[in-house]
């Protein structure tokens, strides 16, 4: 599965749209972005996925560029409760499924 | 209904001693996993089972011995426990191949001293 890199840390403000990047820049065409989240002493919890179109849950908005090399995770309106830690993935879907975590982005949203 | 649910949520033992997580998940998933979170916070995958079959065995002791007995299980038994076992581990489900999240359990944290 290809690498990804986010920035370590950012902050928000609360109320704000928070923007994610993150760069895969030898993401395959077979290979989805993914992105979870890990608030602190909690389990990751998945927040969104897409291949090439952007997509929007009620979570969050992904916008990949035309290229692929990189998209963006974008939170609307940020709140509190969305201080974590932000893993952006990108995998082949195979048997296997394995995710693999890097460091992610610690995000706090601050009042 | 907890989706992914693991017992015991804390876990205290001595070097040496033999111990076991459990996990079951309620969804109907084919797959579950066992990562390991240690305390530089880096999440890395142990094992994976689909349809009780092993599928993923990533580089792991052999002192840790998954077992699922159906598909809503997998268990994890660590034998002569070590002071670097000490972490977090997280189990996980996911409905099989296709394109699909993860769920995750809320995790164990085990303590070796």
């Known amino acids: 599965d290809a690498k990804t890199t986010q920035p370590p840390s950012m902050d928000c403000a609360e109320g704000r749209a928070a923007n994610l990047p993150c760069n895969h820049s030898?993401?395959?065409?077979?290979?989805?972005v993914y992105w979870y989240r890990q608030i602190h002493s909690q389990g990751p919890q998945y927040i969104i996925h897409g291949l090439k179109n952007n997509e929007t849950n009620e979570m969050a908005s992904l916008i990949i560029t035309e290229d692929r090399k990189s998209s963006t995770l974008i939170l609307p309106h940020a709140t509190l409760r969305d201080t974590a830690v932000y893993y952006c993935i990108v995998r082949v879907i195979t048997a296997g499924n394995k995710l693999t975590f890097g460091g992610g982005t610690r995000v706090l949203v601050k009042p | 209904d907890t989706a992914v649910s693991q017992t015991p949520k804390y876990l205290v033992t001595q070097m040496g001693n033999d111990k076991s997580i459990k996990c079951e998940q309620n969804?109907?998933?084919?797959?579950m996993y066992w990562y390991k979170q240690d305390s530089k916070k880096f999440l890395k995958i142990m094992f994976s089972y689909n349809n009780k079959e092993l599928i993923i065995n990533e580089t792991v002791p052999n002192r840790f011995s998954p077992k699922s007995p159906d598909k809503a299980h997998l268990n994890l038994h660590i034998n002569s426990l070590e002071l670097g076992d000490s972490a977090v581990y997280f189990c996980a489900s996911s409905p099989g191949t296709g394109n699909y999240g993860y769920t995750f359990g809320s995790g164990t944290r085990l303590t070796v001293v």
């Open positions: 969804l109907g998933h084919d797959t």
């Open positions: 030898t993401i395959s065409g077979n290979e989805y």
